[in-house]
């Protein structure tokens, strides 16, 4: 049996054709991912200073000539901060993300193809971790498993779980009704082949929109946690983390928070636009009047 | 056409059967309001028995929730019956054994429902083709393309790249590429235009003729039904009301239900033809959750008496080939009430 | 609606159950370890060890345990804390007001803003106006609380004196200083989370305008204020309350980050403090509370939903 990956190319230029990231806003916060992908790839090789060299120049001092983003506390360079931190932002969000899409989608499609008790009892657990607070279920699952990049981002993973797998199993359902799903049984072909050829291929739609939501979900959480010190291990750089570290210098010397802060708030925006033109493309009921926004043609 | 139809009554050499059904029963659970309430189901196809041989082709027609598509689904094996056994194919598979092997396979009527509209037609027709080697695979996929009269370049497409003539020829090369000795096919014309529908049910006489598969054709449009069958089973609330062979339906019909669904065929007039009167049935069938004592039918008879009310008819042959399951055959023709003598089967 | 009313409550129930066992045990694997070697400290002998095991029932199967623990809370008793040696029922009811008022005061202002700037963008959709708000509050929605809490902390020392003071006063002591305090935090929490509701709002209106009873209610000559604020706005409602219940989640994410910037004795703070206090009675005890004040929450918006939309009931 073809592998997903021999399918990608007719199936990937399909999407490409399809694809719903239009217009100058969207064109604009795709630039700039790439721009934060290009800094956490490069991140290491291009910074002015190692970013965890204490005394890279005097603590505290505003942006300069050689610190264009000042320095702070430690007098560690903000620049080469700030610069590396890009690598577990996006890190984090990439794991989280794909961790929730596989356990989600395999969830969903297995519940909403099989039916019956196993969807009855897969749809509890979904309902049960729905339940919880998303915060409170990442930052107990941390709890237990002790904090840091890799566990972060799995507790963000699990709290999103349940819409990948809300999302998954209400398409598949929707898939299921129509006729060729009898007509591949018919040929004597298996659940397995039939949720990965013809059920995957046809939510792909909602799922890739989906994921989009949520990169800019967990990047916000990611953040959130390492702020109350449940990221990356100091003396690492991250977003998070370098703004709770500076918070008491707020008052004296507002760069040390602001330069991280805009940093952070400039992907987490980029996400968000390419999520919210995305969801309008998803939502139908939205997407009348929001043409000069996404500047997507109708299909 | 009617050089097949000959067939039917040469006794000698008959081809072996390819789908025996016998009483089944497929009933539908409903989902009780309160623990108190009764446990009470739907008789979707309550009773069904038929035959048939390879090459020949079993109508069955009837309203909308008669059980002909639950029927199907049964015949294919997507459901399993409540009671009764269905065997299928020339070694007596039960059809839930055989689902999936290759020798049922079915055409569905609503063809952009039936693609996957993220695989090429190839892609598509190559599902039915199990455990073959790549290039057999290949080699029989061009022969179906081909066989259903569509040109080679069609095969790199996506279903909606297809008209919807191309897309039901389409799903016809699928179910015929792995030679199943039994297709069903439900309602499989019934979404595409007239000149169109003439076209796909020419085709399908023709593969018939030159494969020998024998087809379940399934519809609530008399006329395609006679135009394809060579018997046809006549559907009332999940039983069989009335199977006789596709020549009866011009004259010989016998239950008041069948002349009734027969008189209301739209038909070219100035043709020659003795007058029809329409009969025009009354009310709603009754459902299928709460069915009548009697007769099923006794509700909307028009020529309904007492004891039908009371005593349900069997399922009685009144003539060779030809069962009716009604207290009075015949007693509606399709020239009016009561012209024909009471009890007489007018022969075809 | 009393099926729909008992089934709602039965089903919160049940899920509120399942829950507790589950945070129970994650909260016994917040110590690794045996927890009492760790309150006995590195010193103590197996004897203190085993006698403190005994004191905390830690020597019982852990099912047995669990099963103490909720009956024990069924009465009320959410145990006392080993480490700090209070009742955690006692710490909570500190705690929870603190929350529950930030988490109340955000969501309103959440709706206050939310909703009526979603009804203009939906009436005004595709138009300057519609494109001039949605784009700033995506901008909005970009600063976390975390962010955005800074720097209201900042603007508030700096230039706010005297509207802000930072030492936490009951409501129930002094009303006016009471909510002094908790103003900005309730901004910090409740302004991120307003892009949310217009972004529902604005959708769920637009749609109601595009169906037949709109253009019907125009045929009737009604007023035109009158249909595009009343008429389609209680039509549009059942999915911004359904939002509504979501945003409890946000809310208690938002509890963690702003109580903490703002140095709040809150509900979230007590979590955090718990954890790194190894205290796994205490933290099981406030995570429930925290979990069953989100399904009450959610089970609220469940009981108001009829109220606005009666198709529910028939489901």
Not at chain 2, 243 to 248: V, Y
């Amino acid at each position: 049996m073809p592998t997903i990956a021999e399918r990608l190319p007719s199936h990937g230029v399909r999407l490409i054709r399809r694809w719903p990231v239009r217009g100058i806003v969207a064109n604009i916060a795709v630039s700039l991912i790439l721009l934060y992908i290009v800094l956490a790839v490069l991140g290491p090789y291009i910074t002015p200073f190692a970013p965890n060299q204490v005394g890279a120049g005097p603590r505290l001092s505003p942006p300069s000539g050689d610190h264009w983003f000042g320095t702070d506390a430690l007098g560690r360079d903000q620049l080469s901060r700030v610069v590396t931190a890009a690598r577990p932002a996006l890190l984090s969000a990439v794991y989280a993300v794909t961790f929730a899409f596989a356990i989600g989608t395999v969830i969903g499609i297995s519940a909403g193809f099989l039916g019956g008790l196993w969807d009855g009892g897969l749809s509890r657990v979904v309902d049960l971790l729905f339940a919880i607070p998303e915060y409170l279920l990442a930052i107990l699952v941390i709890a237990v498993m002790g904090s840091g990049l890799v566990n972060a981002s799995l507790a963000i993973g699990i709290a999103c779980i349940p819409r990948f797998a809300r999302i998954a199993r209400g398409s598949t359902l929707a898939i299921m009704e129509r006729d060729f799903i009898d007509a591949a049984r018919l040929c004597g072909r298996g659940g397995v082949w039939i949720m990965r050829r013809h059920i995957l291929p046809n939510i792909a739609s909602p799922l890739v929109i989906m994921t989009a939501i949520n990169m800019s979900t967990a990047e916000g959480a990611y953040a959130a946690l390492s702020f109350l010190g449940f990221g990356i291990r100091p003396p690492e750089a991250d977003y998070g983390s370098m703004i709770s570290s500076s918070q008491q210098y707020l008052l004296t010397d507002p760069w040390v928070v602001a330069f991280p802060s805009i940093a952070f708030v400039t992907l987490v925006l980029a996400f968000n636009l390419i999520g919210d033109v995305m969801r309008d493309h998803l939502d139908p009921r939205s997407r009348r009047g929001v043409s000069r926004f996404s500047a997507s043609p109708t299909e | 056409m009617t050089d097949d139809r000959t067939l039917v009554t040469t006794p000698a050499d008959e081809p072996d059967v390819v789908l025996d059904v016998r009483d089944a029963v497929r009933h539908y659970a409903l989902r009780r309001r309160s623990l108190r309430d009764p446990r009470r189901s739907v008789h979707a196809v309550d009773g069904v028995s038929v035959q048939l041989r390879s090459g020949r082709t079993l109508g069955i027609v009837g309203e909308s929730g008669c059980g002909k598509s639950t029927l199907g689904r049964l015949i294919t094996g997507l459901e399993t019956p409540t009671a009764g056994t269905i065997r299928v194919g020339t070694n007596g598979t039960p059809a839930a054994a055989a689902f999936g092997s290759g020798t049922v396979q079915a055409v569905f009527q609503d063809p952009a429902s039936a693609l996957d509209p993220r695989m090429t037609v190839r892609e598509s027709i190559g599902e039915a083709l199990g455990k073959v080697g790549r290039d057999e695979r290949e080699r029989r996929t061009d022969e179906a393309i081909a066989a259903v009269g569509l040109t080679p370049d069609l095969g790199s497409r996506y279903p909606h790249e297809l008209s919807g003539g191309q897309q039901q020829r389409v799903c016809i090369a699928r179910a015929i590429v792995d030679e199943p000795e039994l297709i069903l096919l439900d309602e499989a014309v019934s979404s595409l235009d007239a000149s169109l529908q003439a076209q796909i049910l020419d085709l399908l006489q023709r593969l018939q003729r030159n494969t020998g598969t024998a087809y379940v054709f399934i519809s609530h449009d008399l006329r395609a039904v006679r135009q394809v069958s060579h018997s046809v089973a006549v559907m009332y609330l999940g039983q069989v009301v009335e199977q006789a062979p596709a020549e009866a339906f011009d004259r010989g019909l016998l239950h008041p239900y069948a002349v009734a669904l027969r008189s209301t065929e739209p038909r070219i007039l100035d043709d020659g033809a003795e007058p029809i009167e329409r009969i025009v049935l009354r009310g709603e069938p009754p459902s299928a959750v709460a069915l009548p004592p009697g007769c099923r039918f006794a509700p909307r008879c028009p020529i309904v008496e007492d004891h039908c009310r009371r005593i349900a008819p069997d399922l009685v042959e009144a003539a060779s080939g030809h069962l009716v399951r009604c207290h009075k055959p015949g007693d509606l023709t399709l020239s009016g009430i009561g012209r024909a003598g009471a009890g007489t089967p007018a022969e075809a | 609606m009393l099926l729909y009313l008992s089934k709602k409550l039965a089903g919160a129930f049940g899920v509120l159950l399942v829950l507790s066992a589950l945070i129970f045990f994650a909260g016994r694997g917040l110590v690794p370890g045996n927890p009492a070697a760790v309150i006995a400290g590195s010193k103590a002998s197996p004897e203190t060890i085993a006698a403190i095991e005994h004191q905390l029932g830690l020597d019982q199967p852990i099912y047995r345990q669990y099963l103490d623990w909720l009956t024990a809370a069924f009465r009320g008793d959410l145990g006392t804390s080993p480490i700090s040696s209070q009742a955690n029922i006692d710490v909570i009811a500190q705690q929870a007001p603190v929350s529950l008022e930030l988490s109340l005061m955000g969501l309103l202002i959440a709706v206050v803003i939310g909703i009526p700037v979603g009804v203009i963008a939906a009436n005004r959709s595709g138009s300057g106006t519609d494109l001039g708000i949605r784009v700033p509050l995506l901008i909005v929605f970009a600063f976390p609380a975390f962010v955005s809490g800074s720097a209201a902390l900042y603007l508030a020392t700096h230039y706010l004196t005297n509207l802000y003071s930072a030492s936490y006063i009951p409501f129930s002591d002094n009303a006016i200083a009471n909510l002094q305090t908790m103003l900005l935090p309730a901004l910090a929490v409740g302004i991120p989370t307003a892009p949310l509701v217009t972004q529902m709002t604005r959708s769920s209106m637009i749609e109601v305008l595009s169906q037949p009873f709109i253009a019907t209610a125009h045929t009737n000559g009604i007023a035109e204020w009158r249909i595009k604020y009343v008429y389609a706005l209680r039509a549009a409602l059942p999915p911004v309350l359904t939002l509504i219940g979501f945003i409890f989640g946000l809310l208690v994410g938002g509890l963690f980050i702003v109580e903490e910037i703002f140095s709040l004795p809150g509900l979230g703070r007590g979590v955090l403090d718990s954890i790194s206090n190894r205290d796994f009675s205490q933290v099981t005890a406030q995570a429930i509370v925290m979990a069953a004040a989100f399904i009450l929450g959610n089970l609220l918006v469940d009981l108001a939903l009829p109220f606005v939309d009666r198709r529910i009931l028939r489901k």
